[in-house]
């Protein structure tokens, strides 16, 4: 059975093909980074706030994009490959795409799901992608060109294993122990040092202000691991349970698909968390699955194989 639970690219075509750069966009909860490469070799690299329309508005979004094509340069542009978090249907593409286009007129653009970055950018054309940053999913492809995706639901709904689950978790422990009548420990300490509050019961009406949201709660996340790093039992485990949930996104996309692997871990949870990395690989090893990969650069990076496979 043929299925994917992510939409075909975004794809718009200029009646004639110009000749011209390759810009590659990995826009996130958090950042869009842009990569211009001319002749295959990076000109240009810059990062600027997100430009993702589910995460900040159209106008902020219009206004980032606006930011990174001043920086990294419009003029002559032949692809736009955009990899995007929450690209879960045809018109989330376009709308992206709407934003684009007036920065590279006459450019063809490509915008897909940011796991489809990813997988190319560990050098795979066939496997499973996993995304373990501000969000986590899973997506993959097999010989056969069947798709098949994991989580990706957003943070409302799903986000195990992410940042912002991170994050969250920490709130949740903090207030877990005032409730118990338990002192704060090292965690809630240097959480509530961060928030630049005195004392748990403020992290409720600051988890649900206006002021703070997904991307605030999921640099949070930082202490946890820092926490786990230091012996902290509670962040320890927090860690491990990250690393478990994002080998059950991995194990079910790879089961989907009839496949082996490889299984590519990547962003920013996933790249640079040793104590994550090992659960995920000791979780899949118990479901059977050895071929597990962490990525060794950005999954931007992954854009000229994508551009080369499109032809």
């Known amino acids: 059975m043929t299925h994917s639970d992510i939409p075909p690219a975004a794809d718009t075509v200029p009646s004639v093909p110009a000749a011209g750069a390759v810009i590659g966009l990995d826009i996130g909860g958090t950042k869009t980074r842009g990569v211009r490469f001319e002749g295959g070799a990076v000109v240009a690299d810059e990062s600027v706030g997100s430009s993702n329309v589910q995460n900040v508005s159209r106008e902020v979004a219009a206004l980032n994009l606006a ?3 001043a920086r990294i340069g419009g003029g002559t542009v032949s692809r736009v490959y955009a990899g995007a978090g929450g690209i879960d249907t045809d018109a989330d593409a376009e709308a992206l795409t709407a934003l684009i286009a007036p920065h ?27 995304i373990g940053g501000t969000g986590s999913a899973a997506w993959g492809r ?14 409302l709904l799903g986000d195990e294993g992410s940042g912002y689950w991170l994050g969250r978790e920490a709130v949740r422990h903090s207030l877990r122990r005032m409730n118990q009548g338990l002192e704060p420990d090292e965690l809630t300490t240097a959480l509530l040092a961060s928030c630049g509050v005195d004392d748990p019961n403020k992290l409720i009406a600051l988890f649900h202000s206006p002021d703070t949201g997904r991307r605030y709660w999921a640099e949070r996340a930082r202490l946890v691991v820092d926490a786990a790093d230091a012996g902290h039992a509670a962040s320890r485990e927090l860690v491990d349970q990250a690393g478990r949930d994002l080998a059950g996104l991995a194990e079910q ?34 479901a059977g699955i050895t071929d597990v990969r962490i990525l060794t650069q950005d999954p931007v990076f992954g854009v000229l194989q994508l551009v080369a496979e499109q032809g």
């Open 67 to 69: 930011e990174l094509f």
């Open 104 to 130: 590279v007129p006459g450019a063809r653009i490509t915008v897909v799901h940011d796991s489809r970055l990813l997988l190319a950018a560990g050098g795979a054309s066939t496997g499973v992608a996993v």
């Open 142 to 155: 097999n010989s056969l060109g069947e798709e098949a995706r994991a989580g990706g639901w957003g943070y």
């Open 253 to 286: 996309t790879v089961r989907q698909l009839r496949i082996d692997g490889p299984v590519i871990l990547g962003s920013g949870l996933g790249m640079n968390v040793p104590r994550l990395q090992e659960s995920f690989r000791a979780a899949l090893a118990a």
